[in-house]
């Protein structure tokens, strides 16, 4: 199990191992080991499991899976009551011996040694930038004779006028007047502080913390590592603030639009590639990028209504992708335009010369989303795709007749299942994303299309029942 795993077991007493992997959707599933049951011989052959339960994945007839523990991801589980580290897993299929092609994590893994191979670049860089909602009170049904949802802060501008025991203090954000305001009008300041010393303690490279636009809305800043690695950071950081908020007795959603009429959440996605431990985006092409850099761009515009799959995998992440909220809908890019889909940040560094991609939504899963990203940019690259001339001009007071010219991500979940279809080539090359994985994804997300798009809305009954 390596001298890590066996020095923390020691070190803080450990008393269960928690192996951890991820469904197709980003869900974290775990099975916790009594520390005794734990040996090297864990760590090298692994763990069977039944696969069948798990959305997407195996048969009954064809369930026995197996989890290879990864004692390089080992964490000290800062939330449980009797001490526990946390393992992320690798799942194989033991007949074949080799990664499941429908496990995120082995994908991601496939998609770094794609890179490799390709001999364009060693290393690909991924940094998120994933904002959540902290609500105090949730409440929803969805029922044959009732559909509603509920949910409240004390941050919502509508409390303003309501009764508190021992009074309305007052303080609380506008609507859209959330940015970095101090408290007592940012009423989050010292939960999220205690979820950026978690993710320390657990050995992710913290920044910042801050407020974003919407009352109640929160970003929390990690640096940037490997695929692979930051995808990993992604769930711990994910694992964290849904904790750390019920510790405080609210809950934390990554949902991308939970509430009407303001901004919804994003992942901006920061990525480069590197050769020889040199920066290979910086160069004396536009924004002082490459031309390496731009035909990346190129794959990211392309094919990135396919992307929209991964990168914004549910119904509700359409409702943030519309004009009006600092949405990034054009598949554009500019050097300060955020209303397109790729902006480059300015830095005066070669070695910070990168992408941000900015349509990706938290709710994705980030080793499938980062995975399919870099497959779309190698891709560019390969082919030379020439993503037009850069987009300068701010967008958002573009006219419906402009809007219309110019290319779009996805405004459905429909819609980018339907583009993945057509386009995924660019991802089977390597054998990164199998065919069967694809298809097999298309199905499992059609079935909550289906479900959303077959249920009446509140707002129909508004609109329409007296009609």
């Known amino acids: 199990m390596g001298n890590k795993v066996f020095d923390l077991i020691q070190e803080h007493d450990i008393q269960y191992i928690d192996v951890r992997f991820s469904d197709m959707k980003g869900v974290w599933h775990h099975m916790a080991m009594d520390v005794s049951a734990v040996d090297q011989k864990m760590f090298d052959e692994g763990i069977m499991f039944d696969g069948s339960s798990i959305p997407g994945w195996k048969a009954i007839h064809e369930s026995d899976m197996k989890l290879m ?10 939330f449980t009551a009797q001490p526990s580290l946390v393992v992320i897993c690798d799942v194989v299929d033991p007949i074949t011996g080799k990664p499941y092609d429908r496990d995120p994590r082995s994908i991601a893994k496939a998609a770094e040694a794609y890179v490799r191979s390709s001999h364009i670049a060693e290393t690909a860089y991924f940094g998120p930038e994933a904002e959540f909602f902290i609500f105090d009170d949730v409440r929803f049904a969805h029922n044959q004779d009732h559909v509603f949802y509920r949910i409240d802060s004390e941050e919502l501008p509508n409390n303003s006028g309501r009764d508190y025991e021992g009074g309305n203090l007052g303080h609380r954000p506008s609507a859209k007047g959330g940015y970095f305001p101090c408290a007592p009008v940012d009423a989050l300041v010292d939960i999220r502080a205690e979820m950026l010393s978690r993710m320390k303690e657990m050995g992710i490279p913290v920044e910042k913390h801050h407020h974003e636009v919407a009352p109640a809305q929160c970003e929390l ?18 694992y964290v603030v849904r904790n750390v908020a019920q510790s405080y007795n609210k809950t934390a959603t990554f949902m991308a639009k939970p509430m009407a009429g303001d901004n919804g959440s994003g992942m901006h996605v920061h990525q480069s590639l590197w050769k020889n431990g040199q920066p290979m985006f910086a160069g004396s092409e536009y924004a002082g990028l490459s031309q390496e850099a731009l035909w ?12 929209n799959a991964f990168t914004n995998p549910t119904t509700n992440s359409y409702k943030r992708l519309i004009p009006g909220f600092e949405a990034p809908v054009v598949l554009a890019y500019s050097s300060r335009n955020r209303s397109v889909s790729c902006r480059i940040p300015h830095y005066e560094s070669p070695k910070a010369k990168r992408v941000e991609v900015r349509f990706p939504d938290p709710t994705a899963n980030p080793y499938l989303a980062f995975a399919a990203m870099v497959m779309a940019g190698l891709d560019g690259i390969q082919n030379k795709i020439d993503p037009g001339a850069a987009m300068d001009r701010n967008l958002y007071d573009a006219s419906d007749e402009e809007m219309k010219s110019l290319p779009t991500v996805c405004s459905s979940l429909r819609q980018a299942l339907d583009a993945l279809e057509k386009d ?44």
């Open 69 to 78: 523990p990864d004692a390089q991801s080992v964490v000290v589980d800062p």
């Open 424 to 467: 995924h080539t660019f991802l089977t090359q390597g054998d990164v994303f199998s065919q069967g994985m694809i298809e097999s994804y298309i199905a499992m997300k059609m079935d909550e299309v289906k479900m959303y798009e077959t249920s009446p809305h509140p707002v129909e009954y508004k609109l329409y029942f007296s009609a």
């Open 296 to 307: 990346y761009i190129g794959g990211i515009i392309k094919h990135g209504r396919a992307i």
């Open 221 to 238: 800043g990690i640096l940037y590592g490997t695929l692979v690695e930051t995808a990993d950071r992604m769930q711990l950081y994910k």
